[in-house]
C-alpha cells in the first residue's frame, strides 16, 4: 500500500487516493522535493497523491488503462500547507520535440533509384525516343520518331504483319502509326497486285501497303496500291 510522502499528509491508495511518482529527470525532481517542503531523497518508492497537483497540471483527456488521471510530463505539485511555494505550477503547454526524420527525402532517393534503373532496362531495346513517347497519351500526334525507330518499325511490321503490329500498338509499345511509316518511306515505287497485306508481309519482300492500318479505320480493298521500298 503506497502513501503521500509529503510532511502533514496521510492520504493512501487504500482509502482511493491516485499516487505518483517522483521524477526521474533530476531538475523536476528537485522542484517536487523543494516544493513539499521536505529535507530528503525520494526513493523509487516515493510518491505524492493527488490532492498536491493542481487541476491544471492533470491531462484534459488522456487517462491511464484503469481509468484514472494522468499527469502532464511537466506537471509541478503546488498545493501543500506552505503557502506560495518555491516553484510554481507549469501552466505553458508541455511540447515534446521529436527527432527529425529524413523519410521522405530518402523515399524520394529510392524512387529516383528505382527510376533510373527502370530506364536503363528500357534503353537497352528501345531507343530514346521510343522512351519519351511512353510518357505521351496514347495516340499522340506530338510524338517525333527517329531513322532508327522507323527502321525498326518497319522491320517488326513486316515479321509480326499487320494485325500483329496493330497489337503491339494497341497495348503501349512505342511504335509509329503505319501513316506516319509511308510517309517517312523516301524512295517510293507504285505497284499493283492481287495478294493482301498479310501474304505480301510473309514474303518479306519490303512491301508496305498504302492501305490504312484496320486500327485506323479504314476498310478492305479487292485490289490494294503498295508502296515498295527500293534498297
Not at 529524413?102 to 536503363?120: C, D, G, Q, T, W
Request: hydrophobic share 30%; with cysteine.
Amino acid at each position: 500500500m503506497g502513501v503521500c510522502s509529503a510532511p502533514h499528509c496521510s492520504n493512501s491508495s487504500y482509502i482511493g487516493k491516485q499516487l505518483f511518482r517522483f521524477p526521474k529527470d533530476p531538475e523536476r525532481k528537485k522542484k517536487w522535493v523543494v516544493n513539499c517542503q521536505r529535507d530528503f531523497e525520494p526513493t523509487p518508492h516515493s510518491r505524492l497523491c493527488q490532492d498536491h497537483f493542481e487541476q491544471s497540471q492533470f491531462e484534459e483527456i488522456a487517462k491511464s488503462s484503469a481509468g484514472r488521471k494522468k499527469l502532464k510530463p511537466n506537471a509541478i505539485p503546488t498545493l501543500f500547507c506552505v503557502k506560495n511555494p518555491p516553484y510554481p505550477a507549469i501552466t505553458t503547454p508541455y511540447i515534446r520535440l521529436l527527432p527529425l526524420r529524413n523519410e521522405p527525402v530518402r523515399a524520394m532517393k529510392k524512387r529516383l533509384y528505382r527510376l533510373s534503373r527502370i530506364e536503363m532496362g528500357l534503353q537497352s531495346f528501345l531507343y530514346e525516343d521510343q522512351i519519351r513517347a511512353l510518357s505521351l497519351p496514347k495516340r499522340s500526334r506530338r510524338a517525333v520518331w527517329s531513322p532508327e525507330t522507323i527502321l525498326e518499325a518497319r522491320n517488326i511490321r513486316s515479321i509480326v504483319g499487320t494485325k500483329g503490329y496493330d497489337y503491339l500498338r494497341e497495348i503501349g509499345y512505342p511504335l509509329p502509326s503505319y501513316r506516319t511509316l509511308c510517309n517517312r518511306v523516301e524512295t517510293k515505287l507504285m505497284v499493283t497486285t492481287d495478294m493482301n497485306c498479310e501474304e505480301l508481309n510473309e514474303l518479306h519482300l519490303g512491301f508496305m501497303a498504302s492501305c490504312e492500318s484496320p486500327i485506323e479505320g479504314v476498310g478492305d480493298h479487292e485490289e490494294e496500291e503498295l508502296i515498295g521500298v527500293l534498297s
